[in-house]
């Protein structure tokens, strides 16, 4: 199967972005993964698809798998990169679209200084919803169902702040990011047996109120250089504690980003950059 793509990027988190708007592939797990693949394929840390919707109120459908194969809820790096692709490839004339997403509708703005906001929606505390099981972690006291403790391996515990930013993340504080031991922690917290369908895992180093650095571990695809909805899900949980403003700069290994929001019931508003890389076309093994 010969097929086109485009490779895109958004603060160094890279895609590999597929028109389905005239009809589905049909890939497999094996063909995701294959063009995930950075020595035998594009290269990329999770594959987009822009699909037709069937709601005549949405834009669009957007599907995202990541480079283990699998699907997922939701890319907030991605978001920004879809409206561009979308944009860019005449598939419409509009500079905010709607998107379907797995946990509802995103809306995607394409701003005049070229960078991209997303209403990413307000974020999930309801812990069947993010999914969480709770009875495989410790509560803490007075963190009304926001802080857990989780046993990593023998003695080791970490405490993480649980939400879903339509999908779900574990985000930690930690005094330095750099040193933070994201490659040991990251894939312990990710198949911790509280989260039934793994978890994103957020490092958060707290600078001032308004600017944070981030490292992300994130599910199915390990340490990528930055997450969109792992920022927004650090400030979120920032905010929630007392430690940050409701707009702040989250500066991560490709980039920085902003992430606004202004308290209980509110969206979560993101903006970066979103990079077209190059376009192909390439061979895939049935």
Known sequence: MRIRFTKMQGAGNDFVVLDETQ???????????????????VGADQILSVRSSSNADVDFAYVIHNSDGGEVE????????????????????????KVQVHGGVIALSELPDGSVLVDMGPPIF????????SSKAQAMEGSSDLLWQ?????????D???????????????????????????????????????????????????VVKLRVYERGAGETLACGTGACAAVVAGIQQGWLEH???????????????????????????ATTVFTGEMEIPE
């Not at 939701?74 to 905010?96: I, M, P, S, W």
């Not at 707009?247 to 202004?262: D, N, P, R, S």
Request: net charge positive.
């Open 160 to 210: 993480v702040a649980v939400l879903s930013m339509g999908n779900p993340h574990a985000v930690m504080r930690v005094e330095d990011v750099a040193s933070a031991p994201v490659a040991l922690w990251g894939p312990l917290i990710e198949n911790h047996a509280a989260f039934p369908k793994r978890v994103n895992a957020g490092f958060l180093q707290v600078l001032s109120r308004s």
């Open 247 to 273: 707009k702040v700069q989250v500066h991560t290994h490709g980039g920085i980003l902003t992430i606004e929001w202004q308290g209980a019931g509110a969206s979560v508003l993101m903006s970066g950059p």
């Open 23 to 41: 009809g589905l592939l049909g890939l497999t797990p094996a063909q995701y993964r294959f063009m995930a693949d950075r020595h035998f394929g």
């Open 74 to 97: 939701n890319c907030g790096n991605g978001a920004r990169c879809f409206v561009r692709f979308v944009r860019e490839q005449g598939l419409t004339d509009k500079t905010t679209v």
């Open 126 to 133: 309801a812990l069947p919803q993010v999914p969480f099981d």
């Open 150 to 158: 989780l046993s990593l391996r023998e003695q080791e515990s970490v």
